[in-house]
């Protein structure tokens, strides 16, 4: 059995780790808070850090309190349940701040956190696996285990929404050959799976879309709302002749934050978020929005030749991993717009590309905004708005 140290905990770093010093060598130790002292035993060793795992907590941290859901520390889904709710925050803006001046060199354009009113009770949509037994063919659901590989069986989790915890307790029938599931709330309460697809209404911020049930669309309603906020006023501030939605799903942004805009152009791949889209089109009459289906990075050069001017506003909502450097490049370069706003749930990949745009001459940073979209787990959102570099 490898020996157990003492250590003082320093801080915490981005995926919920507290970051502590051995013998000069960095050591991340699950589930220690700043300001902590712990007994912990080495995991893993590296050449210039090791991991570690508290065994027990000699001095803890006011912040430290009893997490809720039995799973916690065998479930790979939340990381900050041993931790208050303020001080989650704090830890995640901290975390935000230090990754984008360490990988994009910025100091001082983080603001601070902002969030909605539920840490728990918030999720609308989650995926499982099908767990299946050979003798009684019986199905249950299961999360990924803290190793990204083990299903782990659950009859519970407190950060679903009432109406979708219920399928933790009454497991729907699923189909025979389905590996993977997943569900989503209308508006209504009701429960929609992805084996089907299923078009329903949801309504943020007074406005009605209609979502599918195979295609991705925010979880998190209430923190939604927030950042459409944001969006708008940014739109009215800049009042463009022309908005880029770029990775625009459902059309969720343009609806809520673009009305006024003369000139919409959505570009989305998924086809049954385009389906949304343009059903999302119909209904609200908007003449003004040209719907575009293709990958982002493929279909965005031509679409900005052939439409780009100076008086438009380019929305960017990309998947976890970022922008293409290609298309990251193209947008430093040779796209002069009155603004860009970029949506991140990875403050690793914002980095990387803020770095590259504020590597030209065409853009300025003017605020980075952290949202938690995602309380109790390690993920965080943020919103970075850009300027013309006049």
């Known amino acids: 059995m490898r020996k157990s140290f003492q250590l003082r905990i320093e801080k915490s770093v981005f995926g919920g780790d507290g970051l502590a010093f051995l013998k000069g060598k960095t050591v991340f130790v699950e589930n220690a808070l700043p300001g902590e002292i712990v007994q912990a035993r080495l995991l893993s060793e590296k050449k210039d850090w090791s991991r570690a795992k508290t065994l027990k907590v000699i001095t803890p941290s006011g912040a430290r309190v009893e997490p809720r859901c039995r799973y916690y520390g065998r479930c790979g889904g939340c990381q900050y349940q041993h931790a208050d709710y303020p001080q989650e925050l704090r830890m995640k803006e901290s975390q935000v701040r230090e990754v984008l001046e360490k990988f994009a060199g910025i100091h001082d354009r983080v603001q601070s956190i902002l969030h909605g009113k539920l840490d728990y009770g918030y ?50 029938r699923i189909g025979r050959d389905t590996k993977k599931i997943s569900f989503k709330v209308s508006q209504d309460g009701k429960v929609h799976s992805d084996e089907k697809e299923v078009f329903f209404p949801v309504t943020l911020s007074g406005q009605r879309l209609l979502v599918s049930s195979q295609a991705f669309f925010q979880n998190n309603w209430e923190v939604t709302e927030l950042i459409s906020h944001k969006i708008a006023e940014v739109v009215s501030r800049f009042r463009p002749q022309v908005f880029f939605d770029l990775y625009a799903g459902v059309g969720t942004f343009t609806f809520l934050c673009a009305k006024d805009v003369p000139k919409i152009i959505c570009v989305e791949e998924n086809p049954h978020a385009m389906a949304a889209l343009r059903m999302n089109r119909e209904a609200s009459g908007w003449l003004q929005v040209d719907v575009q289906e293709g990958r982002v990075e493929r279909v965005f050069e031509k679409l900005w030749r052939e439409a780009g001017v100076s008086d438009a506003l380019i929305f960017l909502d990309p998947p976890r991993q970022g922008l293409d450097r290609k298309l990251a490049a193209f947008l430093a370069d040779r796209v002069k717009a009155k603004a860009l706003v970029y949506v991140s749930c990875d403050p690793a990949t914002l980095a990387r590309d803020l770095k590259i745009f504020l590597s030209a001459e065409n853009w300025k940073l003017e605020e980075i905004i952290p949202y938690d979209m995602f309380p109790r787990t390690k993920h965080v959102e943020a919103v970075a708005v850009l300027q013309a570099n006049s």
């Not at 990924?144 to 497991?171: F, G, M, W, Y």
């Open 123 to 172: 999720r609308r949509s989650a995926t499982f696996q099908v767990i299946r037994e050979k003798k009684t063919k019986v199905h249950s659901l299961a999360y990924i285990s803290k190793d990204n590989v083990t299903p782990l069986k659950v009859q519970s989790c407190d950060l679903l929404h009432p109406s979708l915890a219920r399928v933790l307790k009454e497991v729907p």
